[in-house]
């Protein structure tokens, strides 16, 4: 009888063992079989802590249940992954494939901008709006027809690959390579109004072309390459009046409103429409003053002379004369008090 019993009770254990979690086991919190090292552990397939939504729900809270119990990573604690087709977090509120700007796109859809609902693959491109409409890189926003990648819609001259917007401005050459008007191609950095192509001293406002320049300090001022050039008495000299008188005649003729020096111990010429006096030989002193004479011998001698003072490096006063002695017909002596500016 006792063997008997042994080996009904043999019979029973094995067939137990064949029996299914499924049948035997319940998830409610408690160790069922004596398999079982954890409590309900047959309802966390994946192993990841939490427990099947369909069968554990009224053992366990929300955030103790797996809304996919065949993968680790999908449960209450998981990190929801864009655009993967799965609830990583197992939170229905969590969107998997957000559409940010309700274009009907979302970035899963290949939406290269979902910030901006009219940039989409279904847009149609828009020629020079700087957006890639349609999202496909292919379809080109303007044309290139330099080749230098960059489109007509930025490139201020599409026809030179030189200029576009990733080109360095070269100063000086009057063209806009950066295609960026901000950007001077002729800077003035010191504010004098000769920009940096021109001005021999662009840090210095004192020095620019066309500036006076000051005497005998050896600065360039007006950039012409030679420091208190101008400081000599050379050049044309405008007078405040025209010198003009005829006489004998018309054999007598004097005309002019200009007197050009050429050195520093003068030849002074006379610039006007008169044959009188001609080109005189003088002397400039140290103070500035000046004189010159010139004297045509014949039966009427004819004596010019002109004395006179700079007052600085572009004025001068003078008295010009006109002496007649001899049979010189109806001249008389005449005298004129001029003024001259360089």
């Known amino acids: 009888m006792r063997a008997t019993t042994l080996g009904l009770l043999s019979l029973l254990g094995s067939c137990a063992s064949d029996i299914g ?12 079989l004596a398999e079982n090292d954890v409590v309900d552990s047959p309802f966390d397939e994946d192993g990841d802590g939490f427990y099947q939504a369909d069968q554990c729900a009224g053992a366990y809270d929300a955030d103790r249940l797996d809304c996919d119990d065949k993968d680790a990573d999908v449960n209450p604690n998981g990190t929801e992954v864009t655009c993967n087709g799965d609830d990583d977090d197992c939170n229905e509120a969590t969107i998997d494939d957000a559409d940010e700007d309700d274009d009907g796109y979302s970035a899963c859809d290949d939406d290269c901008n979902d910030n901006e609902a009219t940039v989409n693959p279904g847009e149609p491109e828009i020629e020079c709006d700087l957006l890639d409409n349609d999202c496909d890189d292919a379809t080109l926003d303007g044309l290139d027809q330099d080749a230098d990648g960059y489109t007509e819609c930025e490139d201020c001259a599409d026809l030179a690959p030189r200029i576009n917007p990733g080109t360095v401005e070269t100063t000086c050459n009057d063209i806009d390579d950066d295609c960026d008007e901000l950007t001077a191609d002729r800077p003035d950095g010191d504010g004098d109004g000769d920009d940096f192509c021109d001005d021999c001293d662009d840090n210095d406002p004192l020095r620019f072309t066309g500036n006076e320049e000051t005497c005998d300090d050896g600065i360039d001022q007006d950039c012409d390459g030679t420091p208190d050039n101008d400081c000599d008495y050379g050049g044309t000299w405008d007078l405040d009046q ?101």
């Open 242 to 342: 025209v010198v003009s008188y005829s006489c004998a005649f018309g054999l007598v003729n004097l005309s002019f409103d200009q007197v050009v020096v050429t050195d520093m111990n003068p030849i002074i010429k006379f610039n006007g429409g008169g044959t009188q006096p001609g080109q005189m030989v003088g002397v400039v002193t140290g103070t500035g003053d000046f004189d010159a004479d010139k004297q045509l011998s014949g039966t009427c001698t004819e004596t010019y002379a002109i004395v006179g003072a700079f007052s600085d490096h572009d004025n001068f006063t003078a008295t010009f004369t006109a002496s007649y002695a001899g049979s010189c017909y109806d001249c008389r002596n005449q005298s004129w008090d001029i003024t001259g500016v360089r």
């Open 21 to 32: 979690v499924s049948q035997t086991a319940k998830c409610n919190g408690q160790l069922e």
